[in-house]
């Protein structure tokens, strides 16, 4: 009996070991001095052509259950866009020896928190919790993981976790749940160390030139729909400059050529 009993507790705590590695840590209150450093760029610095505003209107409505009531914006940042579509629909775009496929890095210490399927077929969600606070988690969206990592792996800081395509994009969301089922949207460029900052501060830029204030987005007077999508003007996306977008082009984009086919820009 008692050996079934030590197999029982040993059963139990593995589970919820295993558990462990997917709840999430919610939030009594938030405190800005708790939020963990951005410590490594989430993507390669020098394949970035373009960065989107946190609470632009860059690609859809991210604003689910804002903690604090702010609704209808971006609250992530995208990098690039996708570029590579078949029957209107975003594709993996393939590498070549001159182009090969963008890495994506773990943004600091931490662990594997979720792996979510895409809304669309082009790659996975990927959630990773910070070991200084577990409260807090980076989402990285549409990358293909690398073999050998999972829920529940532990990633360092500026580890190689995932890939996409030359002509591909990627999102990223900062986030942290409270105990009362809202989320707390940041942005990872306002956190982020000088050393990780560094590549985008040689072009002259600085965090606050990827950020929108709260005033400022109001101000702009975007307008939501169903399915979280902004309201567009008719021909609003027919060669338009992504700036209008909320969009900071950073350098040209190396796919200029393709620009005017792609009509998606944040999926």
């Known amino acids: 009996m008692i050996k079934k009993i030590s ?60 903690w604090d009531g702010e609704t209808c914006r971006s609250m ?67 990358v293909d993981l690398l073999p050998g990592l999972a829920v529940g792996s532990h990633v360092t800081s500026g580890e190689k976790i995932a890939t996409i395509g030359p002509m591909d994009g990627i999102d990223v969301s900062y986030e942290a749940f409270t105990i009362f089922g809202k989320t707390v949207y940041l942005s990872i460029f306002q956190y982020m160390t000088p050393q990780a900052f560094a590549p985008y501060a040689k072009l002259g830029y600085k965090p606050s030139d990827f950020i929108l204030s709260r005033s400022q987005a109001d101000a702009l007077g975007y307008q939501c729909g169903d399915n979280q999508q902004f309201i567009r003007p008719p021909g609003f996306y027919n060669g338009i400059n992504p700036q209008t977008e909320g969009y900071v082009t950073i350098r040209p984009n190396p796919y200029q050529y393709l620009y005017n086919q792609n009509q998606g820009r944040g999926y």
Do not use: C
């Open 7 to 66: 197999i029982l507790i040993l059963a139990l705590i593995v589970g919820l070991t295993a558990i462990g590695y997917v709840m999430v840590h919610p939030l009594f209150y938030f405190n800005p001095n708790d939020v963990p450093a951005i410590t490594a760029n989430p993507i390669d610095a020098d394949r970035v052509f373009s960065i989107s505003k946190f609470r632009s209107d860059a690609g859809h409505d991210y604003s689910f259950k804002a």
């Open 76 to 142: 992530k940042h995208y990098f690039n866009w996708g570029q590579d579509s078949v029957n209107n629909m975003p594709v993996r775009s393939n590498p070549t020896p001159g182009h090969p496929d963008i890495n994506i890095y773990a943004p600091f210490n931490g662990r594997i928190t979720a792996v979510d399927p895409e809304q669309i077929n082009l790659g996975k969600q990927v959630h990773i919790a910070s070991d200084k606070n577990p409260s807090f988690y980076v989402r990285i969206f549409h």
